[in-house]
C-alpha cells in the first residue's frame, strides 16, 4: 500500500514553481536552478509528484545524435493542489528551501 | 593456489579488451559525468527507466565540466539512496546479515581467544572488504535479471568449496583437499557459472554481473560457515607448528579463513566467470548484442574499430596467450609435484 505522506517543502517550491506559468513546459536543470535545488533533491521530488498525478511529463525529441530531454508542467490536480495551500506555509516554502532529499 | 590469481585477472583483462576494442579510441569516450550517470541509470528499476533517460537528456544540455559533475554526481547519489525493493531487497539483506554475522564471531572469537594487535589490524581490513562487498552487492542486485540465478550461482561455488571437506567444521578447518578440489573450486565452478549465467540471462553483460554477485554471496556464506567452524572448534585437531599458543592457531585460523573466503574465493569466481561470459559471447556473438542494446541510450556512440583499436586487439591477444601458457605451465609443475 503505498503511503501518501504530506509533500515536503522543497517539493511544494517545485510545484510553485510550475505553477507560475502552468501552461508552460519546464526543464529539470531549470527548476532546480530556479528553486536552488540540487539534482539528486529534484528528480526524487519530481518522481514523487508524477506519482501523484500532480506533474505531468513529456519528451522534447533530440537534435541530431543528442538524447531527447525531458519536461514538466503541472496536471490540473496539480494545479488545485497549489492552489489550495495555505499561503502561510507557501511563504515560508519560498523563503527557505532546503535540500534534504529523504523528505522528497 | 594463490599463483592462480595474478593468471586469472590478466586472463581476464586480455579477454576484456579483445570484447572492448573500440574502447581503447579516445575519440569514441564520453566524459565521466555521463559515464557515472549512465552507470547510475543502469541501476533503476525497469518502471523508472524513464527517469535514468531524463537525467541523461537533461546532463547533455549542461555545459562546464564543475556544473556537469555537480549534476551527475547529485543523480547518481539519488539512484543509490533509493532502497530496493522485493527480491533484490530480501537478497541484499541476506547477504548483509550473512557479513555481520561472520563478522560477529570473527570478533567473539578474537576476543575469546585473546588476539594479538596485529590479528585485530587484519580483522579490521577484512570488515573493510565486507563493507565493500555489501556495496557492490547492493549495486548488482538492482540490475534486471541478476539476483535469482546470481545467488543460484553462490550457492553452487558455495558448495564446491564445502564438498571436497565433507561439509563438516572440522574438515573444514583441518582436512587437507585432493588436488582435484581446487581446480574445480578455482577453474571449473567458475567457469560453469559465466557460462550457465550468460546462456541463463542471455547476455554477456548480465552473465557477468551474475557471476560477481555469485562469487561476493558464496565468498560472504563460506566465509561466516568458516568462522562458524573456527568458533566451535576452536585449535582442536592438527597444528601447523606444535610450539604455538592456541592462541596464535586460533588467529592464523582465522587468517587463513578471511583471506581465502573474503579475497580469494570471490576474485577467482568473479574473474575466472567475467572471463567465460566474455568468452561465451565471443563463442555466440548475439550475446554481446543483446548486452550491448541494454546500456542507456545517451550521446556518445559506438564507432567502428579504428587502426589504434586493432593494435589493442592484437596486444590484447598476446596477453591473453602469455597468460594461457603461463597458466598451463603452472598447473603442469602443479601435477609434476602432485
Known sequence: MQRNRPLSAQAISVLQALAADPAHWRYGYDLATEVHLKSGSLYPILIRLADRSLLETSWEPGEGSRPPRHLYRLTQAGREYVAALPAARADRTVSRPRNRLSEA | MPLFTPLVCLLCMGLAALRHPAAADPATRDDAPLLLLRWAAGLLPAQREEWGQAMLGELDHIAGRARRWRFATGCAGAVLLVPPRGRAAAALWAITAMAAAGAGLYAWT??????????WVLAAIALVVAVGYILVV????????????????GLLVAVAWLVPNGFTFYGLIVTVPHLWAPLLQVIVVPLVTGVAGTLWSGSAVTGRRIARLAA???????????????????????????????????????????????????????????????????????????????????????????????????????LLACTVVGALVILAGVFLKG
Not at chain 2, 578474537?110 to 590479528?119: E, N
Not at chain 2, 568458516?226 to 576452536?234: E, F, H, M, Q, R
Not at chain 2, 568473479?270 to 550475446?287: E, H, M, S, Y
Request: aromatic letters at 8%; glycine letters at 12%.
Open chain 2, 110 to 119: 578474537g576476543v575469546r581467544y585473546g588476539l594479538g594487535t596485529s590479528d
Open chain 2, 138 to 153: 547492493g549495486v548488482q542486485v538492482r540490475r534486471p535479471g541478476v539476483v535469482l540465478p546470481g545467488l543460484v550461482g
Open chain 2, 216 to 318: 561476493l554471496s558464496a565468498g560472504v556464506g563460506v566465509f561466516l560457515y568458516g568462522t562458524l567452524a573456527i568458533a566451535v572448534i576452536g585449535a582442536a585437531g592438527a597444528q601447523i607448528d606444535a610450539t604455538w599458543t592456541i592462541s596464535a592457531n586460533v588467529a592464523d585460523r582465522l587468517a587463513t579463513n578471511a583471506v581465502f573466503y573474503l579475497w580469494f574465493l570471490p576474485v577467482t569466481t568473479a574473474a575466472l566467470g567475467w572471463a567465460a561470459a566474455a568468452a561465451t559471447a565471443r563463442v555466440r556473438p548475439r550475446l554481446a548484442t543483446v548486452a550491448a542494446s541494454t546500456t542507456p541510450s545517451s550521446a556518445g556512440s559506438i564507432a567502428a574499430p579504428s587502426g589504434r583499436a586493432l593494435n589493442g586487439r592484437w596486444s590484447s591477444r598476446l
